[in-house]
């Protein structure tokens, strides 16, 4: 089992910059990729940007170059740092951790961007 707590969502104009957070309750070690993913209402949840526990990152095509998604080893946390903000990034941003074949999910966190 692995607990995930988000931090860092808000409201931001266009053009602005936020930094989310996701820490999680154990160690790296049995956590192979960790990831960033974001829903908006009636749309499905799609995948945002994701790290492995070897670093490998991978961004979806609309956030690339905007995006950067990190990791604290020693605090077992992920960020994921947005530029450059886009009224159509409005979401809720989830974090997700796959640990043994099994996916955990944050609670997740808004981000609102204005025009």
């Known amino acids: 089992q692995v607990q995930l707590v988000e931090s860092g969502g808000g409201l931001v104009q266009a053009g602005g910059s936020l930094r989310l957070s996701c820490a999680a309750s154990?160690?790296?070690?049995?956590?192979?990729?960790m990831g960033w993913y974001r829903q908006t209402p009636g749309k499905q949840r799609e995948l945002v940007a994701t790290i492995t526990n070897y670093g490998t990152t991978n961004y979806a095509d609309s956030v690339k170059g905007r995006f950067t998604i990190s990791r604290d080893n020693a605090k077992y946390t992920v960020y994921l740092q947005m530029n450059s903000l886009k009224p159509e990034d409005t979401a809720v941003y989830y974090c997700?951790?796959?640990?043994?074949?099994?996916?955990?999910w944050g609670q997740g966190t808004q981000v609102t961007v204005s025009s």
């Open positions: 154990t160690s790296w070690f049995s956590i192979s990729v």
């Open positions: 997700k951790a796959t640990m043994i074949g099994r996916d955990y």
